[in-house]
């Protein structure tokens, strides 16, 4: 028999099938434009610099001025109406290995070291310390070297000249620093020296340090333009770019020496995130700019493309990311301590205090017997106490505290009242998560839950998943009332009396990390491992050397300082094209 969907069901898929309509529309006219030397001599380019940037985050932002720095004349091109895209939303930690902080506190850090982490994290099933690349391939090992090589370097001429200045972060630890091979297991984070003591709004200012010294340095910005092609002369380089702005009139920008894009991922085209996804995410906390065009620009150059099946994954709020909220953040940390997650029978299944990376993981698990994803959806259960105590707005924290939107927020006096809520709200979302229901004995199950949960929070020992028991698991716990005989500050039993609330928690993404591939220098490569000349790629627009992994705390954006620093030396030595 099959069932009628409701109109919320319809008028749903059909908001789904606009999204996608609407960007095959926009990614239609992106590609390569191809002149001869005639015509490059002859085109109309309204203006032309020796580096083009593309994206105004902290690739671009970051490119722009160490290839300003070289001397070179810069424009930043930005899609959206203001600067900053994915980094602005951020909580910029930055993850620079052998930092002078590090060096100036007696840490030590050597390369070697470094290494057999980052490859023991990204390659585990090849994992080997005797190895000449440690079991990665060798376009991954040296990638990751040159992380090691240049993400101090960079992050000390950035802060030296004003654009980010920083704060040592000593404790925060990385991810897996219970590894043997981490020998440096903390320090190696920075944030912005002005952020927040919760360092929650670094990004924030970051982009507003970055964009300053841009300006400030004679940067030019274009906002409101999205890069459709990628000119190029006879010979294959890129010479310029063609953008479409606002108003839709078409512009075109002459590179002299190179074009640089630090456009962000494809978290935000359907398309490319289902076809290429190895996960049914439900969107993300990327910019909603982040649509991969480099991927489409690219795609009849030949080029290779690498990591299009991972992202940077983290839990999101589910209903801030089907309703497409642009403010929604990643639940880098999970609120509560008096707080745990369950599925749809009511069992607890998870560490909920797991790196959100990894956490994610748990959402995407697949049960073949039963051709189903049992846990595309996870249910945050929490008490008054928490709701007290670790209601915060920083960190896509389910938890909110008065005042703040809460709409995902369901609440009952009772157990049995939240279920019934719980139940209702699921029928909502019918018809994007595989029509999944509550099972009859959800209740009982729940309570069972609960009271095996209270007695690991009495004793401090989560005997089924170990809460607690990791550096990182006490690093995210966020905010808690602090009990004079905790044994666990991550845990403290639920209440036996209500009120209680819930949220429903999906699987989404902090952005992709796939695309073309690049060398050392950010250099867009060929089907031969040629680069493309004067076409360079950075950030999450390109493919990262990383796999599925996440290495720590600013693995991301520490990385993307570092290639910044290497893309703007290599285009700085570009022949200018004329």
């Known amino acids: 028999m099959t069932t009628k969907p409701n109109a919320e069901t319809v008028a749903s898929r059909r908001g789904f099938l606009r999204a996608t309509t609407v960007a095959a529309a926009a990614s239609s006219s992106l590609g ?92 585990p099933q090849f994992y080997d310390p005797e190895h000449p690349t440690l079991g990665l391939t060798q376009w991954e090992y040296d990638m990751c ?57 670094g990004g924030q200012v970051a982009i507003r340090t970055l964009s300053t010294a841009a300006r400030r340095d004679g940067i030019a910005f274009k906002t409101g333009h999205r890069v459709q092609r990628v000119i190029l002369n006879s010979k ?9 702005k606002d108003d839709n009139s078409v512009v075109r920008i002459r590179a002299r020496k190179a074009v640089i894009f630090g456009s962000g991922g494809f978290t935000h085209d359907p398309e490319l995130r289902s076809n290429f996804l190895n996960v049914p995410v439900y969107g ?59 599925d749809k029978r009511g069992k607890r299944v998870v560490n909920e205090k797991l790196n959100y990376n990894e956490l994610c993981q748990k959402l995407f698990e697949w ?23 670790s209601a915060s707005n920083d960190y896509g924290s389910a938890i909110v505290p008065p005042g703040a939107d809460d709409r995902h927020v369901i609440k009952s006096d009772t157990l049995d009242g939240l279920s019934q809520q719980i139940s209702l709200r699921l029928k909502k979302y019918a018809g994007q998560i595989g029509h999944m229901e509550l099972s009859s004995d959800f209740n009982a199950n729940l309570r069972e839950s609960i009271l095996r949960f209270n007695g690991f929070a009495s004793t401090g020992k989560d005997e089924d998943f170990h809460r607690g028991e990791r550096a990182s698991d006490v690093l995210f716990n966020g905010s808690t009332k602090k009990e ?8 403290w039993p639920i209440s036996s009396v209500g009120p209680y609330y819930a949220a429903l928690v999906g699987g989404g993404t902090l952005d992709t990390k796939g695309g073309p591939k690049t060398n050392t220098h950010g250099q867009i490569l060929d089907i031969h491992d040629k680069p493309i000349r004067g076409l360079y790629g950075v950030g999450n627009c390109v493919a990262s050397a990383s796999s599925g992994a996440y290495w720590a705390g600013g693995a991301t954006l520490g990385p993307m300082i570092a290639f910044a620093y290497r893309a703007a030396n290599a285009a700085h030595g570009e022949p200018k094209r004329t």
């Open 484 to 491: 004079p005989d905790q044994k666990n500050p991550t845990m």
């Open 145 to 201: 070297e040159a992380i090691y090589d240049s993400a101090s370097p960079a992050a000390e001429l950035l802060a030296q000249k004003g654009a980010l200045p920083y704060r040592h972060v000593p404790f925060a630890t990385d991810y897996f620093s219970e590894l043997p091979e981490d020998k440096a297991k903390s320090g190696r984070v920075l944030t912005p020296k002005d952020g927040s003591p919760s360092m929650a709004n």
């Open 236 to 244: 294959g380089e890129a010479i310029g770019i063609e953008a479409l």
């Open 284 to 342: 993300g906390c990327a910019a909603f700019t982040n649509e991969g065009d480099l991927v489409r620009i690219t795609s009849s150059l030949g080029v290779q493309l690498r990591n299009m099946n991972h992202a940077w994954l983290c839990p999101v709020t589910f209903e801030k990311a089907i309703g497409r909220d642009g403010s929604m953040s990643g639940m880098f940390s999970v609120a509560g301590d008096s707080m745990i997650f369950v």
């Open 367 to 389: 049960d073949g017997a039963k051709v189903e994803y049992p846990n595309l959806v996870l249910i945050s259960i929490w008490d008054q106490r928490s709701q007290d105590h």
């Open 32 to 123: 390569v434009l191809t002149m001869t030397d005639a015509q490059a001599a002859s085109a109309s380019f309204s203006a032309e610099y020796d580096i083009v940037v593309v994206g105004s985050g902290c690739a671009g932002l970051t490119s722009a001025l160490f290839s300003r720095w070289h001397g070179n004349s810069v424009v930043v091109l930005e899609k959206a109406a203001a600067l900053g895209g994915t980094t602005f939303k951020s909580a910029f930690w930055y993850w620079v290995p052998n930092n002078v902080p590090m060096r100036a506190a007696g840490i030590a850090d050597p390369k070697p070291d470094f290494l057999k982490y980052v490859a023991r994290v990204t390659r």
